[in-house]
């Protein structure tokens, strides 16, 4: 089959496409089931940000900064301040996308990346006066391609992001209720832990690791693994009713790639 037919033949059955590549022990991009692709963080490249990182996964990029302000605790929580991930994925990034308002995509992965970040923050640590002022931290992913698994590329570049900010040394006036920022001194936030997200995907009783943007709309399940420095769980989602023993199966792979990228990236 030449290239041009190949291309049309994917696009009109993308399910039989993937099909006969499986068939042969292969996908279509040419690894394995169980490769995953190349994966590189840069940080510290939007000067105008507090912290920044800039992930690609593939062909999927990721540009992450995060912007502190200052602002009054919660009347409830006076002694902790605030973590505010979100993710945008443009019309830009990818023709599955509108413009527009965030998508239902969009806020699903948002609300998932605020359930594995506020815990490796300690949001008292934000504090600058009790009850009067406190820090918050608006951490902006936008995707600006899109060749799938979003989340686990979203997460490592938050991660870093946060890693990679600090903070100006605030001083609350008491008399004034002022908040003053040096503008020589400056401190590092503390990050507790590293969590990093592996993706798995289920096609035809296939496990496929690292699921491409031409893989996921195909796949029967999915299974995302966040795994930390320790090798503990931190989050486990499965979309999709799979069968079998794939839970345990993608989360042992999890921990040994974990051990890689612990190696490479982190």
Sequence with gaps: ?????????????PRAYLERFVAENIRPDGRA???WRDVSVNVGSISTANGS????????????GVKAEIAEPELDAPGEGFLVPNIDLPALCSPKFKAGPPG??????????????????????LVIEPAKAVWVLYVDATCINYDGNVFDAA????????????????????????T?????????IKVLKTPVSMSFGVFDATLLSDP??????LLD????????????????????????????????MARSRRSVLDNQIL
């Design 1 to 13: 089959m030449t290239d041009s037919k190949a291309s049309i033949f994917q696009r009109l059955h």
């Design 33 to 35: 089931f169980d490769a």
């Design 53 to 64: 990182a800039l992930v690609r996964l593939g062909e999927t990029t990721i540009v992450c």
């Design 104 to 125: 239902d995509e969009a806020q699903v992965l948002s609300d998932r990346l605020n359930e594995v970040l506020v815990p490796i923050i300690p949001l008292s640590s």
């Design 155 to 178: 997460l490592i570049a938050m991660v870093a992001a946060l890693r990679n900010t600090v903070l100006p040394k605030a001083t609350y006036d008491v008399e004034t209720g002022r």
């Design 180 to 188: 003053t920022c040096s503008r020589t001194e400056s401190v590092p």
């Design 212 to 217: 491409t943007a031409f893989e996921e709309p």
């Design 221 to 252: 399940t999915t299974v995302s693994v966040v795994v930390d420095e320790n090798g503990e769980l931190a989050s486990v989602v499965q979309l999709g009713d799979s069968g079998g023993d794939i839970l345990s199966t993608c989360v042992s």
